[in-house]
DNA sequence: GTATTTGCAAATGATTTGCAGTGCT
DNA sequence: AGCACTGCAAATCATTTGCAAATAC
Protein backbone atom coordinates (compact mmCIF):
# COMPACT_ATOMS: atom_id res chain seq x y z
CA UNK A 1 0.00 0.00 0.00
CA UNK A 2 1.23 3.30 -0.72
CA UNK A 3 1.04 5.65 2.40
CA UNK A 4 2.02 8.93 0.30
CA UNK A 5 -0.59 8.48 -2.31
CA UNK A 6 -3.39 7.46 0.33
CA UNK A 7 -2.56 10.58 2.22
CA UNK A 8 -2.61 13.36 -0.77
CA UNK A 9 -6.12 11.49 -1.76
CA UNK A 10 -7.73 12.20 1.52
CA UNK A 11 -6.09 15.97 1.02
CA UNK A 12 -3.17 15.57 3.97
CA UNK A 13 -0.10 16.15 3.74
CA UNK A 14 2.42 14.11 3.93
CA UNK A 15 5.04 13.80 6.99
CA UNK A 16 7.06 11.36 8.06
CA UNK A 17 5.07 10.64 11.50
CA UNK A 18 2.08 9.99 9.53
CA UNK A 19 3.49 7.91 7.33
CA UNK A 20 4.65 5.82 10.15
CA UNK A 21 1.41 5.54 11.65
CA UNK A 22 -0.55 4.87 8.28
CA UNK A 23 2.36 1.91 8.60
CA UNK A 24 1.76 0.72 12.02
CA UNK A 25 -2.09 0.98 12.08
CA UNK A 26 -1.88 -1.37 8.19
CA UNK A 27 0.33 -3.82 9.61
CA UNK A 28 -1.55 -4.27 13.36
CA UNK A 29 -4.87 -4.14 11.49
CA UNK A 30 -6.06 -2.40 14.38
CA UNK A 31 -4.44 -0.66 17.27
CA UNK A 32 -5.39 1.52 20.32
CA UNK A 33 -4.11 4.87 20.77
CA UNK A 34 -1.47 3.70 23.80
CA UNK A 35 -0.24 1.04 21.75
CA UNK A 36 0.42 3.29 18.82
CA UNK A 37 2.10 5.94 21.35
CA UNK A 38 4.42 3.21 22.22
CA UNK A 39 5.31 1.55 19.39
CA UNK A 40 5.71 4.68 17.29
CA UNK A 41 8.03 6.14 19.69
CA UNK A 42 10.91 3.16 18.17
CA UNK A 43 11.02 5.26 15.34
CA UNK A 44 10.08 8.84 16.43
CA UNK A 45 11.62 8.62 19.77
CA UNK A 46 10.14 12.74 20.55
CA UNK A 47 6.89 11.87 18.87
CA UNK A 48 4.47 13.37 21.52
CA UNK A 49 0.76 12.38 22.34
CA UNK A 50 -0.70 15.78 20.76
CA UNK A 51 1.31 15.10 17.36
CA UNK A 52 -0.51 11.66 17.53
CA UNK A 53 -4.41 12.84 18.54
CA UNK A 54 -3.98 15.19 16.23
CA UNK A 55 -2.97 13.13 13.51
CA UNK A 56 -5.57 10.57 14.11
CA UNK A 57 -8.17 13.18 14.55
CA UNK A 58 -7.15 14.69 11.11
CA UNK A 59 -7.23 10.99 9.52
CA UNK A 60 -10.66 10.38 11.18
CA UNK A 61 -12.49 13.49 9.66
CA UNK A 62 -10.98 12.47 6.27
CA UNK A 63 -12.21 9.06 6.53
CA UNK A 64 -8.53 8.30 6.05
CA UNK A 65 -9.18 6.12 9.19
CA UNK A 66 -11.55 5.01 11.18
CA UNK A 67 -12.56 4.87 14.75
CA UNK A 68 -14.20 1.39 16.53
CA UNK A 69 -15.86 1.66 19.64
CA UNK A 70 -15.69 -1.56 21.40
CA UNK A 71 -17.40 -2.53 24.60
CA UNK A 72 -15.57 -2.33 27.54
CA UNK A 73 -11.99 -1.64 25.96
CA UNK A 74 -10.29 1.73 24.14
CA UNK A 75 -11.16 2.40 20.90
CA UNK A 76 -9.27 0.91 17.87
CA UNK A 77 -8.51 2.63 14.42
CA UNK A 78 -8.30 1.13 11.20
CA UNK A 79 -7.43 2.36 7.77
CA UNK A 80 -11.22 2.83 6.46
CA UNK A 81 -12.28 -0.31 4.06
CA UNK A 82 -15.97 -1.33 3.47
CA UNK A 83 -18.13 -2.63 6.28
CA UNK A 84 -17.56 -5.66 8.04
CA UNK A 85 -17.61 -7.68 11.64
CA UNK A 86 -15.26 -6.99 14.33
CA UNK A 87 -15.17 -9.91 16.56
CA UNK A 88 -13.62 -9.44 20.01
CA UNK A 89 -12.69 -12.57 22.08
CA UNK A 90 -13.58 -11.23 26.25
CA UNK A 91 -10.81 -13.73 27.38
CA UNK A 92 -7.76 -13.17 25.29
CA UNK A 93 -9.08 -9.87 23.85
CA UNK A 94 -8.25 -11.06 20.26
CA UNK A 95 -9.79 -8.23 18.13
CA UNK A 96 -9.89 -9.46 14.33
CA UNK A 97 -12.45 -8.59 11.36
CA UNK A 98 -14.63 -11.24 9.72
CA UNK A 99 -15.92 -10.67 6.48
CA UNK A 100 -19.28 -11.47 5.96
CA UNK A 101 -21.91 -10.67 3.32
CA UNK A 102 -23.27 -7.74 5.36
CA UNK A 103 -26.04 -6.89 1.99
CA UNK A 104 -29.14 -8.86 3.48
CA UNK A 105 -28.61 -7.18 6.90
CA UNK A 106 -27.87 -3.65 5.93
CA UNK A 107 -31.13 -4.01 3.05
CA UNK A 108 -33.35 -5.53 5.63
CA UNK A 109 -32.61 -2.69 8.65
CA UNK A 110 -32.68 0.06 5.43
CA UNK A 111 -36.42 -1.05 4.19
CA UNK A 112 -37.71 -1.26 7.78
CA UNK A 113 -36.39 1.89 9.28
CA UNK A 114 -36.39 3.63 6.05
CA UNK A 115 -33.08 5.19 6.97
CA UNK A 116 -30.86 6.02 4.14
CA UNK A 117 -27.46 3.80 5.79
CA UNK A 118 -23.79 5.32 5.44
CA UNK A 119 -22.00 3.21 7.91
CA UNK A 120 -22.09 0.67 10.88
CA UNK A 121 -19.99 0.08 13.70
CA UNK A 122 -20.57 -3.88 14.48
CA UNK A 123 -19.06 -5.51 16.89
CA UNK A 124 -19.33 -8.91 18.33
CA UNK A 125 -17.71 -10.26 21.25
CA UNK A 126 -17.13 -13.80 22.39
CA UNK A 127 -14.72 -16.48 23.03
CA UNK A 128 -12.40 -17.66 20.43
CA UNK A 129 -12.03 -20.83 19.08
CA UNK A 130 -8.59 -21.38 21.42
CA UNK A 131 -10.61 -19.74 24.37
CA UNK A 132 -13.26 -22.06 24.41
CA UNK A 133 -10.95 -25.03 24.89
CA UNK A 134 -9.02 -23.54 27.73
CA UNK A 135 -11.63 -22.75 29.77
CA UNK B 1 -41.59 -3.25 34.99
CA UNK B 2 -40.75 -3.76 38.46
CA UNK B 3 -37.34 -2.15 39.34
CA UNK B 4 -36.92 -3.19 42.73
CA UNK B 5 -37.00 -6.70 41.53
CA UNK B 6 -35.02 -5.94 38.94
CA UNK B 7 -32.21 -4.92 40.99
CA UNK B 8 -32.26 -7.49 43.85
CA UNK B 9 -31.96 -9.93 41.01
CA UNK B 10 -28.72 -8.95 39.60
CA UNK B 11 -27.69 -8.90 43.12
CA UNK B 12 -28.03 -4.60 43.65
CA UNK B 13 -29.23 -3.38 46.93
CA UNK B 14 -32.56 -1.02 46.14
CA UNK B 15 -31.57 2.57 46.79
CA UNK B 16 -34.23 5.53 45.62
CA UNK B 17 -31.67 6.65 43.13
CA UNK B 18 -30.88 3.53 41.83
CA UNK B 19 -35.13 3.18 41.35
CA UNK B 20 -34.95 7.03 39.85
CA UNK B 21 -32.00 5.98 36.94
CA UNK B 22 -34.06 2.80 36.12
CA UNK B 23 -36.98 4.92 35.73
CA UNK B 24 -35.47 7.67 33.75
CA UNK B 25 -33.69 4.64 31.09
CA UNK B 26 -36.62 2.90 30.87
CA UNK B 27 -38.59 5.72 29.90
CA UNK B 28 -35.98 7.66 27.95
CA UNK B 29 -35.07 4.32 25.73
CA UNK B 30 -31.18 4.98 25.37
CA UNK B 31 -29.60 7.92 27.97
CA UNK B 32 -26.36 9.33 28.42
CA UNK B 33 -24.89 10.03 31.39
CA UNK B 34 -25.06 13.94 31.20
CA UNK B 35 -28.76 13.58 30.03
CA UNK B 36 -28.96 11.42 32.74
CA UNK B 37 -27.38 13.50 35.56
CA UNK B 38 -29.74 16.89 34.47
CA UNK B 39 -32.48 14.98 34.62
CA UNK B 40 -32.27 12.91 38.01
CA UNK B 41 -31.36 16.34 39.41
CA UNK B 42 -34.93 16.65 39.27
CA UNK B 43 -35.77 14.23 41.57
CA UNK B 44 -32.47 13.73 43.54
CA UNK B 45 -31.78 17.62 43.89
CA UNK B 46 -28.29 16.62 46.02
CA UNK B 47 -27.46 13.67 43.72
CA UNK B 48 -23.32 13.43 43.06
CA UNK B 49 -21.89 13.01 39.60
CA UNK B 50 -19.78 9.94 41.17
CA UNK B 51 -22.65 8.16 42.31
CA UNK B 52 -24.62 8.00 39.15
CA UNK B 53 -21.14 6.78 37.61
CA UNK B 54 -20.81 4.16 40.85
CA UNK B 55 -24.27 2.98 39.79
CA UNK B 56 -23.73 2.88 36.51
CA UNK B 57 -20.90 1.18 36.26
CA UNK B 58 -22.53 -1.91 38.99
CA UNK B 59 -25.59 -2.02 36.87
CA UNK B 60 -23.22 -2.84 34.01
CA UNK B 61 -21.24 -5.17 35.88
CA UNK B 62 -23.95 -6.76 36.84
CA UNK B 63 -25.40 -6.81 33.32
CA UNK B 64 -28.95 -5.03 34.80
CA UNK B 65 -27.78 -2.43 32.02
CA UNK B 66 -25.91 -2.29 28.77
CA UNK B 67 -23.33 0.73 27.69
CA UNK B 68 -24.08 1.29 23.58
CA UNK B 69 -20.66 2.83 22.74
CA UNK B 70 -21.70 5.09 19.42
CA UNK B 71 -19.21 6.58 17.21
CA UNK B 72 -18.78 10.21 17.49
CA UNK B 73 -21.29 10.96 20.58
CA UNK B 74 -21.53 9.97 24.15
CA UNK B 75 -22.13 6.19 25.23
CA UNK B 76 -25.44 5.53 25.83
CA UNK B 77 -27.16 3.45 28.50
CA UNK B 78 -30.43 1.04 27.94
CA UNK B 79 -31.33 -1.39 29.92
CA UNK B 80 -30.31 -4.84 28.99
CA UNK B 81 -32.07 -6.68 26.37
CA UNK B 82 -31.96 -9.39 23.39
CA UNK B 83 -29.56 -7.97 20.86
CA UNK B 84 -30.69 -5.57 18.60
CA UNK B 85 -29.94 -3.07 15.73
CA UNK B 86 -29.45 0.41 16.91
CA UNK B 87 -29.78 2.89 14.40
CA UNK B 88 -28.48 6.59 14.33
CA UNK B 89 -29.67 9.60 12.35
CA UNK B 90 -26.30 11.56 11.67
CA UNK B 91 -28.45 14.85 11.12
CA UNK B 92 -30.75 15.02 13.92
CA UNK B 93 -29.63 12.60 16.34
CA UNK B 94 -32.70 10.44 16.95
CA UNK B 95 -31.53 7.07 18.09
CA UNK B 96 -33.59 4.23 17.64
CA UNK B 97 -33.99 0.33 18.41
CA UNK B 98 -34.65 -2.02 15.55
CA UNK B 99 -35.72 -5.14 15.91
CA UNK B 100 -35.01 -7.43 13.13
CA UNK B 101 -33.98 -11.28 13.61
CA UNK B 102 -30.32 -11.42 14.13
CA UNK B 103 -29.90 -14.90 14.33
CA UNK B 104 -29.05 -15.56 10.33
CA UNK B 105 -25.92 -12.93 11.14
CA UNK B 106 -24.83 -14.17 14.40
CA UNK B 107 -25.22 -18.11 13.29
CA UNK B 108 -23.15 -17.14 10.02
CA UNK B 109 -20.58 -15.17 12.36
CA UNK B 110 -20.32 -17.63 14.49
CA UNK B 111 -19.65 -21.08 12.49
CA UNK B 112 -17.59 -18.53 10.20
CA UNK B 113 -15.08 -17.56 12.68
CA UNK B 114 -15.85 -20.61 15.25
CA UNK B 115 -16.68 -17.53 17.87
CA UNK B 116 -18.58 -18.81 20.54
CA UNK B 117 -20.65 -15.21 20.92
CA UNK B 118 -22.37 -13.88 24.04
CA UNK B 119 -23.02 -9.96 23.14
CA UNK B 120 -23.45 -7.50 20.45
CA UNK B 121 -22.37 -4.00 19.50
CA UNK B 122 -24.75 -2.81 16.35
CA UNK B 123 -24.82 0.96 15.64
CA UNK B 124 -25.92 1.86 11.97
CA UNK B 125 -25.70 5.35 10.62
CA UNK B 126 -27.57 7.48 8.09
CA UNK B 127 -30.28 9.45 7.58
CA UNK B 128 -33.85 8.83 9.34
CA UNK B 129 -36.55 9.67 6.95
CA UNK B 130 -37.61 12.91 8.09
CA UNK B 131 -33.85 14.31 7.42
CA UNK B 132 -33.82 12.78 3.90
CA UNK B 133 -36.38 15.05 2.71
CA UNK B 134 -35.08 18.14 4.70
CA UNK B 135 -31.79 18.12 3.17
C1' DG C 1 7.21 32.18 1.09
C1' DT C 2 3.16 30.67 3.25
C1' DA C 3 0.58 27.61 5.54
C1' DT C 4 0.61 23.49 8.15
C1' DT C 5 2.65 20.41 11.36
C1' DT C 6 5.38 19.27 15.35
C1' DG C 7 6.39 18.98 20.23
C1' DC C 8 6.16 20.96 24.53
C1' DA C 9 3.53 22.59 28.46
C1' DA C 10 -0.63 23.87 30.25
C1' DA C 11 -5.69 23.59 30.17
C1' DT C 12 -9.77 21.13 29.92
C1' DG C 13 -12.96 17.34 30.37
C1' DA C 14 -14.36 12.83 31.96
C1' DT C 15 -14.18 9.37 35.27
C1' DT C 16 -12.54 7.35 39.59
C1' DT C 17 -11.16 7.23 44.36
C1' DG C 18 -11.07 8.08 49.49
C1' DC C 19 -13.54 9.06 53.22
C1' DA C 20 -17.09 10.46 56.70
C1' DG C 21 -21.86 10.12 57.29
C1' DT C 22 -26.30 7.77 56.11
C1' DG C 23 -29.38 4.18 54.80
C1' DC C 24 -30.62 -0.65 53.51
C1' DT C 25 -31.63 -5.43 54.94
C1' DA D 1 -25.45 -4.47 63.73
C1' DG D 2 -22.95 -4.64 59.72
C1' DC D 3 -22.07 -3.71 55.22
C1' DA D 4 -23.13 -1.05 51.17
C1' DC D 5 -24.41 3.44 49.36
C1' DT D 6 -24.24 8.53 49.10
C1' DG D 7 -22.15 12.89 48.37
C1' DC D 8 -18.36 15.79 48.71
C1' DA D 9 -13.62 16.95 47.46
C1' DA D 10 -9.50 15.61 45.58
C1' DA D 11 -6.98 12.63 42.43
C1' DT D 12 -6.37 10.47 38.17
C1' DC D 13 -6.66 9.65 33.33
C1' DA D 14 -7.73 11.06 28.54
C1' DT D 15 -7.88 14.48 25.22
C1' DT D 16 -7.40 19.21 23.51
C1' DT D 17 -5.38 23.74 23.06
C1' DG D 18 -1.87 27.54 22.47
C1' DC D 19 2.32 28.71 20.95
C1' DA D 20 7.14 28.91 19.07
C1' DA D 21 10.14 26.42 16.09
C1' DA D 22 10.51 23.28 12.20
C1' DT D 23 8.78 21.32 7.91
C1' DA D 24 5.91 20.55 3.70
C1' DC D 25 4.60 22.18 -0.75
Redesign the pocket.
Known sequence: MNY?TL??EHH???????LGILSLMHTMGHIN??ELYAQIKEQ?S?????????????MVENKLVTEVKVPNV??KYEITKEPHIHLLCSACSEFIDLDLDLHPLLDAASSKSHYELHGSCIVLSGLCEKCQKEL
Open positions: ELRLKVTPQRIEFSISLATLYKNINAKS
